[in-house]
């Protein structure tokens, strides 16, 4: 059994909402960040993000296959969790799940076709066989390339951009509904909630995409862009600075309004969440992270390319382990405090093995990559053609590259 | 959105149900017994005991029983408890309640001037021991814990499949045939009134010992108290004590600025009970 300190209600002693539940926002998180990315290029011509468009849409694609697995871990009658979808109960939140994804899901596969049905339809009349056939059946049919056709893509693109956009924010930011909905919690309980998590994702979607990026470039054996390592560093580091004003916005508002919850809410920090909350998301993945993209940002011309791609990429990884502790602060912390607001539970340790365990969890943040590996073996994340002539790798370049790895 | 089920189904779900049959038997052969030697128990066990032993013949056989013909309230005068633990006890054995969960609890109060302790040794189940605190008390009190069968509740409200649900009677239960087992209604209790159970992982709760109301007795728990503390009674029959107590009385609820609108009153709360 847990410790209590203070008085915890007898059935608020146990964390409901396991480590799953920390990845189900996390996953989500990248889903819309990295759809952010792409709809810079696709929907406000943001030229700069051209070389990681592709690769944007790719990972949203990849993380938004596996975003309801850990929810679907998590549930203690696993079986009956499709009733979500078919019998929703339309007051719930959580019921507006199954809409939302497969909305979402229905807008980014159609989205994707479009971007590559240029590659498919390359690929049908390259290959042969079983392999021609795969492909003639994922180009459905139609091999048309003429410039009508190719400008009615780019118009579909568009649209479709245009309406998974908000589809994409609405998917993150209604799961930090479902906490901020929680008038039962009050480390939850706040508007604040979706808005946060919707800027955090778009942190954790960027943040990804710098580190991807320069893997794919370096497998690939191509040039990481120097204007698009700078917009991505100076996006992220925009986004960066809104999350951490709101994250702490919300906690000084309760501070000064030295609101019921607040003298719980100051131990919480202070004891249970002093390394994960204080250390972590505030320090050394929120005010370093900051430091390291101001000086990226402000001093980009006098930066050498490594120097840039260096710091950028370390203030990218503390960035993702900022959304993740912020996650965690978030899921676990919520459920440490009891709602007698007296008392508190000793900190919660995953299992390791088992449904809901670390190494799930580990398998969980594995999977997207596999689906995008195979993706790039499928349909080829980066363009097979230079279009504008610019210096763009050799067809398939970049699946050679990770297949090496 | 009303739920269309049958409440005595409903009670059917829980898990307490094959307990709850032979149990039924017993009373049915009670009650006949009852009824066959008539005058002769009447004058024995007195007018009072006959009258609500046939009012639960009629109800045993499950066919009278109408769920829009009742609205039940629960009344708790918190100056009554003594901290026995019985009703904790007899949840438990009544519904199967498993180890380290709860469907009721007690909370002990003592407070002094300058602090508060409060604390509830496995919810109460084997009584209290005797305490020592770091201040000087003033006062010191028990305040027995149900779920509040809320009106406005948000455990009904978030539940995403419709597993939870409120019956017309005012009882919140939980379909344990169609919970998913999300945990969202745990999280969205404000008085910690639910757990998911560790053996059929759906949500669990007290149910007023719905089992038990539709056949015309009390909750367990309000069955055992020794004082009198817990109280259930029905808000459609106008000379009930419990209605006339929220009636008439200066009744408490808790949390009540979360607008759950309680189903639950207290009489004599103290401003440290949340």
């Given at each position: ?175 930090g509904?479902?906490f901020g909905?929680i008038?039962?919690n009050p480390w939850w309980s706040t508007p604040l909630m979706p808005v946060i998590f919707?800027l955090s ?39 960066l600075i809104l999350t951490i004003t709101l994250e702490l916005l919300e906690l000084i508002v309760m501070a000064y309004e030295r609101s019921e919850s607040w003298l719980i809410i100051s131990e919480l920090i202070s004891t249970r969440l002093e390394f994960s909350y204080v250390t972590l998301q505030m320090i050394v993945g929120g005010l370093?992270?900051i ?31 900022q959304v993740?502790s912020m996650r965690w602060n978030i899921v676990i912390g919520g459920?440490l405090l009891?709602?007698?607001l007296?008392?508190l ?61 | ?274």
């Amino acid at each position: 059994m847990p410790e209590i300190s203070g008085f915890a209600f007898p059935n608020d002693v146990h964390v409901t909402w396991s480590l799953m539940i920390v990845m189900y926002p996390y996953i989500t998180g990248f889903v819309a960040g990295s759809f952010i990315v792409t709809s810079l290029y696709h929907l406000f011509g943001r030229q700069e993000f051209k070389p990681v468009a592709r690769l944007a849409m790719a990972t949203s694609f990849a993380f938004l296959l596996i975003a309801s697995l850990p929810l679907q871990l998590h549930l203690g009658q696993p079986q009956r969790g499709p009733s979500v979808m078919i019998t929703p109960h339309f007051t719930s939140a959580m019921a507006g799940f199954g809409i939302l994804y497969s909305f979402y899901l229905v807008i980014l596969v159609l989205e994707v076709w479009f971007v590559w049905r240029q590659e498919i339809i390359e690929r049908a009349k390259r290959s042969r066989g079983a392999v021609r056939a795969f492909y003639a059946v994922l180009a459905l049919g139609t091999y048309d390339q003429s410039p009508e056709a190719i400008e009615i893509d780019h118009r579909a693109i568009k649209i479709l951009a245009g309406i998974g956009l908000p589809a994409a924010c609405m998917l993150h930011g209604y799961v930090g509904f479902i906490f901020g909905a929680i008038k039962a919690n009050p480390w939850w309980s706040t508007p604040l909630m979706p808005v946060i998590f919707l800027l955090s994702a778009a942190v954790s979607g960027i943040a990804l995409l710098v580190v991807l990026y320069q893997v794919f470039a370096r497998l690939g054996r191509r040039p990481v862009e120097a204007g698009a390592m700078s917009a991505l560093a100076r996006w992220l580091w925009f986004f960066l600075i809104l999350t951490i004003t709101l994250e702490l916005l919300e906690l000084i508002v309760m501070a000064y309004e030295r609101s019921e919850s607040w003298l719980i809410i100051s131990e919480l920090i202070s004891t249970r969440l002093e390394f994960s909350y204080v250390t972590l998301q505030m320090i050394v993945g929120g005010l370093i992270p900051i430091i390291l993209l101001a000086v990226v940002v402000l001093m980009n011309r006098y930066l050498h390319e490594k120097v840039r791609n260096t710091l950028s990429t370390v203030a990218a990884v503390l960035c993702l382990m900022q959304v993740f502790s912020m996650r965690w602060n978030i899921v676990i912390g919520g459920q440490l405090l009891s709602k007698s607001l007296r008392g508190l539970r000793s900190p919660y340790e995953p299992e390791m093995f088992g449904r809901e365990g670390v190494l799930m969890a580990i398998a969980l943040m594995i999977a997207p990559f596999v689906i995008l590996w195979a993706f790039d073996r499928i349909l080829g994340i980066e363009e097979a053609e230079p279009e504008g002539g610019e210096g763009s790798p050799a067809p398939g370049g970049a699946a050679e590259g990770v297949r090496a790895a | 959105m009303e739920p269309k089920r049958d409440p005595a189904q409903s009670a059917g779900v829980e898990p307490a149900q094959a307990a709850e049959q032979g149990a039924a038997t017993r009373r049915e052969f009670l009650a006949t017994t009852l009824k066959l030697s008539g005058g002769a128990v009447v004058f024995l066990m007195g007018a009072g005991v006959a009258a609500d032993g046939a009012g639960r013949a009629g109800d045993a056989k499950g066919e009278a029983y109408n769920w829009e013909e009742h609205l039940y309230a629960y009344l708790v005068d918190t100056s009554k408890c003594i901290g026995c633990g019985s009703c904790v006890r007899a949840c438990k054995a009544e519904n199967q309640v498993p180890d380290g969960f709860y469907r009721t609890w007690i909370e002990r109060y003592v407070v002094g001037m300058e602090d508060t302790h409060v604390d509830s040794p496995e919810g109460g189940l084997n009584g209290f021991p005797p305490i020592q605190v770091g201040f000087v008390t003033t006062k010191s009190f028990f305040v027995p814990k149900i779920c509040n069968h809320c009106r406005k509740t948000p455990c009904t409200q978030v539940c995403p499949v419709g597993a939870s649900y409120r019956t017309k009677d005012g009882a919140i239960l939980v379909d344990g045939d169609r919970c998913i087992g999300c945990g969202y209604c745990v999280q969205a209790c404000p008085y910690g009134s639910r757990f998911l159970h560790p053996a059929t992982h759906t949500a669990s709760k007290c149910t007023w010992c719905y089992h038990r109301i539709t056949k015309g007795l009390k909750p367990a728990c309000v069955t055992v108290c020794p004082t009198g503390t817990r109280q259930f009674g029905d808000l459609k029959d106008e000379n009930d004590p419990v209605r006339l107590a929220i009636e008439h009385d200066r009744v408490s609820i808790l949390q009540g600025h979360l607008l759950t609108e309680p189903q639950c009153y207290y009489l004599e709360l103290d401003k440290e009970v949340r």
